[in-house]
């Protein structure tokens, strides 16, 4: 087969087809990406001198400039909200910030240099029902956050070939909603007041979908898939049963994601960290259409959840960042690309990405590595 555009290569994909080869996602979205430090080793290496910017500065994730994705080989684009117009983080002592949602961070250093921000307060984790009216709720429909955004997306569109990945940046639900309780107290709520539960999610999902029918409503033609993301697991199992989440869960996201298919034709993108085979089938129910990060570890024979849920759903990651990626020699990256592609990518339905943003102990040369690979063990008819 001759090759194709990026964008024309995704949608085959998407389609669970078998295009001119697997695509690549390195800087597509905010799970797809690369750490700072490790996005300013990768140019050292490559030799580009670019100043970096920023795709998320409390997760601190690096947007990849074009010069990098053309020497990987990338076939998307993120689109993103910009900064609000009318709020600003509120004055807070040195090294923590506070985002729109009122919830707050902390800059933490560790041994190699790198820091983080870790979440230090839960702004609800006294709150009772009758207090959720009164809090200071983030504003969905702020002008800033659309400000160009359809003018820089068609941009995109009409003269580059990338897929483009959009991220409205209202999406999450449960995971939004214990960084505001607090994550123990959440999970004491999720059994011992539902009521609040509900009542929370339901706030928020007032809140996400304003804001998402705002991104959408501006970008939604342009775009070929949506991203969403909620961690529902741990690398051992689930954070809450099955039937809980189905109680108390599901339902939020089933009215989202109706929203979210009524507005625009593009994928559903759920990104879930974590064992969530047991939730794969209520996924699937409530309209998810790629499921990412294929965290390997966790997740089990790939090419088993192929054979159950290939039919149904498109694999994007499964390159693994807990080992291979940071510790593997270039033979071990090679074979880890060869064997996910050889797992997940017959028939179509896989892009080929690491296991979550790569960090700063993932040497340059492995990136570099999982990409060449992904060119040439990915081409179609696989062998």
Not at 8 to 37: A, F, W
Not at 216 to 232: A, E, H, N
Not at 268 to 290: A, M, N, T
Request: charged share 25%; hydrophobic share 35%.
């Amino acid at each position: 087969m001759k090759e194709l555009k990026s964008r024309e290569r995704v949608m085959i994909t998407l389609n669970h087809q078998e295009p001119d080869r697997v695509p690549l996602d390195i800087g597509g979205g905010y799970s797809t990406s690369v750490s700072i430090e490790g996005y300013e080793n990768l140019k050292n290496h490559l030799g580009i001198s670019t100043k970096t910017k920023i795709l998320s500065s409390i997760f601190r994730i690096s947007y990849i400039d074009e010069i990098v994705r053309k020497q990987l080989g990338c076939d998307f684009h993120p689109i993103t909200i910009k900064n609000p117009l009318h709020w600003s983080p509120p004055p807070s002592e040195p090294g923590t910030i506070i985002d729109p949602w009122g919830i707050k961070w902390k800059q933490v250093f560790y041994s190699n240099g790198c820091h983080y921000y870790e979440l230090i307060h839960s702004p609800l984790a006294e709150a009772e029902i009758e207090d959720l009216d009164k809090y200071p709720w983030p504003d969905p429909e702020d002008p800033g956050y659309t400000m160009g955004l359809a003018d820089d997306t068609r941009e995109l569109y009409e003269n580059t070939d990338y897929a483009l990945m959009g991220d409205s940046g209202f999406k999450d639900f449960w995971e939004l909603a214990y960084m505001l309780r607090g994550y123990e107290q959440f999970l004491i709520d999720l059994k011992m007041n539902p009521k609040f539960v509900s009542a929370l999610l339901s706030k928020i999902l007032e809140i996400n979908i304003k804001g998402t029918t705002r991104f959408l409503d501006t970008v939604g033609k342009y775009i070929q898939v949506i991203r969403t993301s909620d961690d529902l697991a741990t690398q051992n199992g689930l954070m809450m049963s099955p039937q809980t989440y189905r109680e108390l869960i599901k339902p939020v996201y089933n009215t989202f994601f109706k929203l979210i298919k009524s507005k625009t034709q593009a994928k559903i993108f759920y990104h879930s960290c974590g064992d969530v085979r047991d939730l794969l089938v209520d996924l699937i129910d409530i309209g998810v259409d790629i499921i990412n990060p294929v965290q390997v570890s966790a997740m089990g024979n790939t090419a088993e959840l192929k054979t159950k849920y290939g039919e149904k759903l498109i694999f994007w990651g499964g390159i693994d960042t807990q080992r291979v990626l940071p510790r593997g020699t270039e033979k071990e990256v090679q074979d880890e690309v060869k064997q996910r592609i050889h797992d997940l990518g017959p028939g179509g339905g896989y892009v080929v990405a690491a296991v979550h943003n790569m960090q700063a102990d993932v040497p340059p040369k492995n990136i570099v590595t999982m990409a060449q690979a992904a060119h040439t063990y990915g081409k179609y008819p696989l062998q």
